[in-house]
């Protein structure tokens, strides 16, 4: 279950050189992750003004059926035979809904002010260890673990960097800011961690 945070406008574009209409909304979950979710053709037209009004009361959404696509992030496209259901009669549903009631505000500055959603990623924090501010980073001893909650904007998103681990390993790497109330700092993601942002 997802709550709808934004729809997109309407578009027409060409596919296998015919028109049709495709629409684009955001979904957030519990851990903040967004997710596009696409509606094409007459599903636009009965999906669409649902989708406008369901953002407004910060509607939960229950989607079944969704094909995954991988086009620069990924998203999740709706097809013949995907189903819908806005705000389901079920706890978990209403937990959700008053749970974003409270922090909409929040969580829509921290997605969308000033930045594509693309450039932005949440990896989930488990509790287990004690939260960090950027600037506690300074005071930080090298290869100690932390974590820091906060904002997460990738630097040359489209093009992939690499390093070489040893002689006949190449491993992607990506360069981000992290951004905090505190501050903000630089930060190089590797490996798995690396391929988890992207």
Same mark, same amino acid.
């Given at each position: 279950? $997802?709550?709808?945070?934004? &729809?997109?406008?309407?578009?027409? #574009?060409?596919? /296998?050189?015919?028109?049709?209409?495709?629409?684009?909304?955001?979904? &957030?979950?519990?851990?903040?992750?967004? #997710?596009?979710? !696409?509606?094409?053709?007459?599903?636009?037209?009965?999906?669409?003004?649902?989708?406008?009004?369901?953002?407004? $009361?910060? !509607? &939960?959404?229950?989607?079944?059926?969704?094909?995954?696509?991988?086009?620069?992030?990924?998203?999740?496209?709706?097809?013949?035979?995907?189903?819908?259901?806005?705000?389901?009669?079920? /706890?978990?549903?209403?937990?959700?809904?008053?749970?974003?009631?409270? #922090?909409?505000?929040?969580?829509?500055?921290?997605?969308? /002010?000033?930045?594509?959603? !693309? @450039?932005?990623?949440?990896?989930? =924090?488990?509790?287990?260890?004690?939260? @960090?501010?950027?600037?506690?980073?300074?005071?930080?001893?090298?290869?100690?673990?932390?974590?820091?909650?906060?904002?997460?904007?990738? =630097? /040359?998103?489209?093009?992939?960097?690499? =390093?070489?681990?040893?002689?006949?390993?190449?491993?992607?790497?990506?360069?981000?800011?992290?951004?905090?109330?505190?501050?903000?700092?630089?930060? #190089?993601?590797?490996?798995?961690?690396?391929?988890?942002?992207?």
């Amino acid at each position: 279950m $997802n709550i709808i945070i934004k &729809v997109e406008p309407c578009q027409t #574009v060409t596919v /296998e050189s015919k028109l049709t209409t495709v629409q684009n909304f955001i979904v &957030v979950d519990a851990d903040l992750k967004p #997710v596009e979710i !696409s509606v094409w053709g007459k599903m636009t037209s009965t999906m669409g003004p649902l989708l406008v009004q369901a953002v407004n $009361n910060n !509607s &939960v959404l229950l989607a079944r059926r969704l094909k995954i696509t991988r086009y620069g992030v990924i998203s999740l496209l709706a097809k013949n035979g995907s189903l819908f259901a806005l705000n389901p009669p079920v /706890e978990a549903a209403t937990n959700m809904k008053s749970w974003f009631d409270t #922090v909409r505000d929040d969580v829509l500055s921290l997605l969308f /002010e000033g930045q594509p959603m !693309s @450039n932005y990623c949440d990896l989930i =924090y488990d509790g287990s260890m004690k939260a @960090n501010t950027v600037a506690d980073l300074q005071n930080e001893t090298q290869g100690s673990d932390y974590w820091i909650r906060g904002l997460l904007q990738l =630097y /040359e998103a489209d093009q992939r960097l690499y =390093y070489t681990g040893f002689v006949s390993c190449i491993r992607p790497l990506v360069t981000m800011l992290v951004t905090d109330d505190t501050g903000s700092s630089d930060v #190089v993601a590797v490996g798995s961690v690396d391929e988890r942002i992207m």
